[in-house]
């Protein structure tokens, strides 16, 4: 009999129990909370729906390759649109910049708007567009720990290739370089969130990051991002993976350098093949006792958390579209703040995402809102979170009363407020960091824990915390390469 256990039933889980069943594996998915997704949550309050986490789709081939192993069509099951201006960008001194998904329209706006030259930003983003193609897949498809790996020596050929900047460079002085306006670097820049980074430390590498959005572009999935998780809990289901909610697994079963299964439920479940989409440094410490080894992974910068605000607002703003950041005045003060001072910057970068702008009625009662206003945070758990949400409260308040000239705060008609501990709560992730360690070195990417255990056989990991990295698109590939790796042992044994 082929089986399988996975811990927890994020996004990462979901995507690697259907490639496992499909395989004919008979897979046991074990979650504490009462419901699938993880980070990716559904918030219903009053006449408003929220999406929790993730907010940005983008790659869904990624999603749709799940249902075409299956034998089914992505479309029949979660359809989605492009969405057509990817961001829109507010700026302290009143510049509104909105980013049209296309690569020449887009540069031709920073043109007009920013004085740049058109076709630097078309190169620009041809380039992360190749290196996205020669490094980024070759990077993020593959487990590159396994000893003379074929794609580890084909990732070093390709990184020779690559112009030192960067490598060795980061983001920030890349982007410097390249364009002419202060207000088109902080636009660049931004990506290094995108993995819960600073880009005055992150590698020019990063950059990649941006193909996603302008080239590739980005998408809505109808219904909202829980949508995604409702697929593939039913494509889960139809392939007879079995889950067990409310069921929060207490321990890992070794045996002689073997896993033989797991503790869940206050019972036994035996299996060869366990993996675990709980975040590496918890299932060290709290599944497997290795204090020691948990440690060690603490040697690498966590990546930023989040304050967020769920917002029910009585009133339309026709300048906002679905994706929205009112920039910081300072970028280099606030990531200093965020990376080395472990604190919340006085005047922080806000996104607001608002789903009603694409299903209007539906997300939020006629003439309202519903917004999801974010800030990034350190991955700081265990202080006063009345006064942290306070704190928040106000300086997102301010910036928004100066930046829109309106008092928002009589708009609130309905909130709820997650913190970093709120999050840590909620998925076990550590210190309420969005996408486990963070990139800000060069050597970074190449740092994260492996989808295997080198010291126990039949031990998997995937998700967010461990390679290729966090969010959506690189979760669902450590799920593909996990269930890769399975296969390839289980024909060894034969
Ligand atoms: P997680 O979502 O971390 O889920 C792990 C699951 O394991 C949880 O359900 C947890 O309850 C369960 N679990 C943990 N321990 C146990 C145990 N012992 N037993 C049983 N179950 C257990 N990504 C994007 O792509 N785009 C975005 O726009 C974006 N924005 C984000 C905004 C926010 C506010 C947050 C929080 C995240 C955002 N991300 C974004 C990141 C993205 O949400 C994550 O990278 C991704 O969802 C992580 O998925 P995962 O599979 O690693 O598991």
Excluded at 232 to 254: D, E, G, M, S
Excluded at 255 to 273: L, S, W
Aim: glycine residues 8%; charged residues 20%; proline residues 4%.
């Amino acid at each position: 009999e082929k089986t399988a256990i996975v811990i927890g039933a994020g996004v990462a889980s979901l995507a690697a129990a259907i490639r496992l069943a499909v395989e004919g594996y008979e897979v046991d998915v074990f979650e504490k909370n009462e419901v699938p997704g993880g980070k990716l949550g559904l918030l219903i309050r009053g006449g408003y729906r929220f999406d929790t986490g993730p907010s940005l789709f983008t790659e869904p081939a990624n999603i749709a390759a799940l249902f075409s192993l299956a034998g089914e069509s992505m479309e029949d099951h979660l359809p989605y649109e492009p969405v057509t201006v990817s961001c829109t960008y507010f700026y302290e001194d009143g510049g509104v910049l909105q980013a049209h998904r296309d690569p020449v329209l887009f540069a031709a706006t920073l043109a007009e708007q920013h004085q740049e030259n058109p076709a630097v930003v078309e190169t620009y983003l041809r380039q992360a567009g190749n290196m996205y193609d020669r490094i980024g897949k070759l990077f993020t498809e593959h487990s590159l720990h396994q000893r003379n790996s074929f794609s580890m020596r084909s990732v070093i050929r390709a990184l020779k290739t690559t112009r030192p900047a960067h490598l060795f460079g980061t983001l920030h002085q890349l982007n410097r370089k390249t364009f002419r306006n202060e207000k088109t670097v902080q636009l660049f820049n931004r990506y290094a969130t995108y993995n819960g980074s600073d880009p005055y430390s992150a590698p020019g590498m990063l950059k990649l990051i941006s193909h996603l959005e302008h080239n590739e572009g980005i998408y809505y999935p109808a219904g909202g991002m829980i949508s995604i998780v409702n697929a593939l809990y039913q494509l889960a289901l139809r392939k007879q993976v079995r889950f067990h909610f409310n069921t929060p697994v207490q321990r890992i079963i070794t045996h002689e350098g073997y896993v033989t299964g797991v503790v869940a439920g206050h019972r036994n479940h035996y299996t060869g093949n366990v993996i675990s989409n709980m975040d590496v440094f918890f299932t060290y410490k709290h599944l497997l006792g290795h204090d020691y080894k948990a440690a060690r992974l603490l040697r690498r910068q966590r990546s930023s958390s989040a304050a967020i605000f769920y917002w029910g607002i009585r009133h339309e703003f026709p300048q906002f579209g679905l994706h929205n950041v009112l920039f910081s005045g300072n970028y280099k003060a606030e990531f200093n703040c965020i990376f080395k001072q472990a604190r919340v910057y006085e005047d922080p970068t806000i996104y607001i995402n608002i789903t009603s702008k694409q299903e209007a009625g539906i997300h939020a009662p006629h003439g309202c809102e519903n917004w999801f206003v974010m800030i990034n945070v350190p991955s700081v758990t265990g202080g006063d979170r009345e006064a942290f949400r306070k704190h928040c409260r106000q300086l997102v308040i301010t910036k928004l009363n100066r930046m829109l000239q309106t008092d928002i705060e009589p708009l609130i008609e309905t909130e709820d407020f997650l913190d970093p501990d709120g999050i840590q709560d909620n998925t076990m992730s550590y210190k309420g960091a969005l996408y486990g360690s963070s990139s800000n070195s060069a050597m970074s990417a190449f740092l994260r824990h492996p989808n295997f255990s080198k010291e126990l056989a039949g031990l998997y990991f995937t998700g967010g915390s461990v390679h290729p990295g966090g969010g959506i698109p690189l979760c669902l590939k450590s799920a593909a390469i996990v269930s890769g790796l399975i296969t390839k042992a289980e024909h060894k044994k034969h």
